[in-house]
């Protein structure tokens, strides 16, 4: 009778094992405590959107009109208008061009330029020198986006780098880089 007990008691831990075991998902493995005792967050949570601030711009997948010879490769063209004369001044100091476009066209680069990482600065230093235009900055390069006007059937965007080009050379400059400016492009 003793070993009737003792088979039906084994029996019954095995089946209560084996139930334990299935109801646990083999994929989700119970989380360990955190050292400082502290409750870890419920997996099953939806995590908490990214604000504006914290989101990775994405860069627009349009591709853009034909860059002239001398356009820094790390700013991309606007999507539409026609990119006219454009070169580096003569100290390498900015690289300057004429675009003809359309306000909408110059509002749709400024938008261009977010999605690849540029930020517009509302507080900037070339408002005396370019008082028409909105200044863009990814940290490496300033982009002065002038805005449409009504004298002439064109604009302008400047590109100012960030760093010393004449001195520290330019590690992502295009093919032909100047040795000195030229406004011929």
């Known amino acids: 009778m003793f070993k009737k007990i003792l088979t039906i008691l084994t029996i019954l831990a095995l089946v209560l094992t084996l139930v334990v075991a299935c109801d646990k998902d083999p994929e989700q493995p119970k989380p360990l405590p955190s050292v400082d005792g502290s409750k870890e967050p419920d997996q099953s949570e939806p995590k908490p959107e990214p604000s504006e601030s914290e989101k990775q711009p994405k860069p627009d997948p349009e591709p853009g009109i034909p860059a002239p010879v001398g356009w820094p490769k790390d700013i991309p063209t606007p999507a539409s ?33 977010e999605s690849y990482g540029f930020k517009k600065q509302n507080n900037h230093k070339y408002g005396q020198d370019w008082p028409d235009a909105t200044v863009y900055s990814d940290g490496r390069w300033d982009v002065i986006v002038a805005e449409e006007n009504d004298v002439f059937d064109y604009s302008y965007v400047n590109f100012y780098p960030l760093f010393d080009v004449v001195k520290d050379g330019y590690d992502g400059q295009p093919e032909g880089w100047p040795e000195t400016g030229d406004f011929g492009g």
């Open 81 to 113: 208008g026609e990119i006219m004369v454009g070169g580096w001044a003569p100290d390498r100091s900015f690289y300057t061009t004429d675009i003809v476009y359309k306000q909408a066209d110059i509002d749709a680069y400024g938008e261009r330029l």
